[in-house]
């Protein structure tokens, strides 16, 4: 079953533009809420991570919000550049649990 | 480098054939899992160790695959009478203990069953 829906599939966004992504998780005993940046042929990087007391988490250009009623979270890239051109996965966790989305491939066009 | 560590990067086996992926934690890290990842999907679970005992395995898991971490520090993965299917890439990912913590990924294998 998957407890963790994410969308778009695909992204391509202009540079210097907005690249918004979403989740959805079931589980309301996930306490921790990564995104993962995955380039080809590389593991998945830790990007940023938030957990459900706070409702938004920014670290330089990426930035989370969290809707815990709704059971939703995103992601925003400002100002993207064509280096963010990857594959980004959302993904839910509690101790050692972690289900990931089904990833969204950002292009970002120079 | 301090990260994790998978080997191989790459193999290329016949069907019916057994193979053996390696996954080096970080040295501190007590948790250690293996994910497997097919074109176009996030990581899916496979199983769980904390420090040498396997906690955790996916229900998905067919008897095939068997996973180890003697003495708590590096883990095997290995996948017997292969089939077309499994090809993937299998990921290993370690963690601290305490607490959710973030769970650094290996860069995988690459596994292609012919």
């Known amino acids: 079953q998957q407890q963790v829906k994410q969308s778009p599939q695909s992204l391509i966004v202009q540079k210097g533009g907005i690249s918004i992504i979403n989740c959805a998780y079931e589980n309301t005993a996930f306490d921790y809420f990564p995104w993962y940046q995955q380039f080809p042929g590389k593991g998945p990087a830790l990007l940023i991570a938030?957990?459900?007391?706070?409702s938004e988490k920014k670290e330089g250009r990426f930035t989370i919000s969290f809707n815990k009623s709704a059971k939703q979270f995103s992601l925003h890239i400002m100002d993207s550049q064509p280096g963010d051109s990857a594959t980004y996965f959302c993904a839910a966790s509690r101790g050692y649990d972690m289900r990931f989305g089904a990833g969204t491939r950002l292009t970002v066009k120079p | 480098d301090t990260g994790v560590s998978q080997d191989p990067r790459h193999k290329i086996t016949k069907r019916g054939q057994n193979v053996t992926f390696r996954c080096d934690p970080i040295s501190e890290h007590n948790r250690l899992y293996w994910y497997r990842q097919t074109l176009g999907q996030g990581p899916e679970f496979l199983t769980y160790?904390?420090?040498?005992?396997?906690?955790?395995k996916s229900r998905l898991l067919s008897d095939r695959f068997s996973a180890e971490r003697p003495k708590g520090s590096f883990s095997t993965l290995e996948i017997q009478r292969t089939e077309q299917g499994d090809s993937a890439m299998y990921l290993c990912a370690s963690s601290p203990l305490t607490g959710n913590t973030e769970a650094f990924f290996g860069q995988g294998t690459r596994l292609t069953v012919v």
């Open positions: 160790f904390q420090n040498e005992a396997q906690l955790e």
């Open positions: 938030i957990r459900p007391d706070v």
